[in-house]
């Protein structure tokens, strides 16, 4: 009985709508075309439709990068940012009373998503750009002047699509091994190429080769630093590398590359990327925007 009501209903709403849209036979009646033949107006259809057409471009897209799969979406930013700490063995003396940065190797969350990180700046390979604009994939920069140097332009653009670049000191060097003051240069200094190039003053910072001592945490503080994550995987064009005993990615996970192309790997960038993508994806993690967590 339901179900006959139900569609006794529906056939009331449809002479109800014929009627609205002109369904007399007068001279003045609109001519309805063919059942199967209305283009897709009401407004769930279009949306359906909307959808599948995104879909397919996305599938497109996936396949002529070469990828298994269509990458996931991220989840929108929180709205509370999540309070990050320094990892447990990680820290400097005095690090949290002298409020110096927060050293960590993955973000506090329950969402299957992870971060990409890319440092140094020695590659500068276009199709990197296209593909990481095309797919729609969010990455976060650590630079050193002695390679950006050499073409600013390209990082500018990298900066336009909407790409963080923040300071992996002027010449990459082993900061431990300086002074306080020495590595206070190698840090403000790039503060300054940063803000001088592309206008805005980083609040990260990466210390070359993830080492660093009491006073990289307090040079970097005096610098304007806030943050300073390191990594907890590492991915390269033919193989990943992981700092954790199950050899596994995990949810908040900051994955650490380079830009590197043929001269230093077996394969360019956009290899290293398919690589990174498709494993994330088969596990079903999004690639998210480490700024917006911080």
């Keep these: 009985m ?4 139900g569609i006794a209903v529906l056939a009331v709403v449809a002479v109800v709508s014929g009627c609205a849209q002109g369904g007399d036979s007068g001279a003045g009646a609109k001519v309805r075309p063919a059942a199967g033949q209305q283009p897709l107006q009401a407004p769930p259809a279009r949306a359906l439709d909307a959808y599948a057409t995104k879909l ?26 999540p309070r990050i700490t320094t990892r447990k063995g990680f820290e400097v003396v005095g690090h949290e009373e002298r409020g110096l940065p927060p050293v960590f190797t993955t973000v506090p969350t329950r969402e299957k998503i992870v971060f990409l990180t890319i440092d140094d700046g020695a590659e500068k390979d276009p199709a990197f750009l296209r593909m ?80 660093y001592n009491a006073d990289t945490l307090r040079a970097a503080k005096a610098c304007g630093i806030t943050h300073a994550p390191l990594w907890n995987e590492e991915v390269f064009v033919d193989r990943w590398a992981y700092r954790e005993w199950d050899r596994d990615i995990h949810p908040g996970d900051i994955v650490l590359s380079h830009f590197r192309g043929k001269e230093h790997w077996k394969g ?23 700024e917006d967590y911080l």
């Design 268 to 290: 360019t960038m956009t290899d290293m990327i398919r690589r990174f993508l498709d494993k994330v994806t088969a596990k079903g993690y999004a690639v998210a925007r480490l």
């Design 132 to 211: 990481m604009s095309e797919l729609k994939i969010p990455y976060t920069a650590f630079l050193s002047d002695y390679l950006v140097k050499k073409d600013y332009g390209y990082f500018a653009r990298m900066r336009d699509a909407g790409v963080g670049l923040n300071n992996h000191t002027l010449h990459h060097p082993f900061l431990p091994a300086l002074s306080y003051d020495r590595q206070k240069r190698e840090i403000c200094g790039m503060q300054d190429v940063i803000e001088k190039r592309y206008g805005t003053r980083p609040v990260l910072f990466r210390p070359p080769f993830g080492n």
């Design 56 to 81: 397919r471009a996305s599938a497109a897209v996936a396949e002529r990068w070469g990828l298994a799969r269509v990458p996931l979406k991220p989840p929108a930013p929180p709205a509370k940012k």
């Design 2 to 5: 339901r179900i006959r009501g």
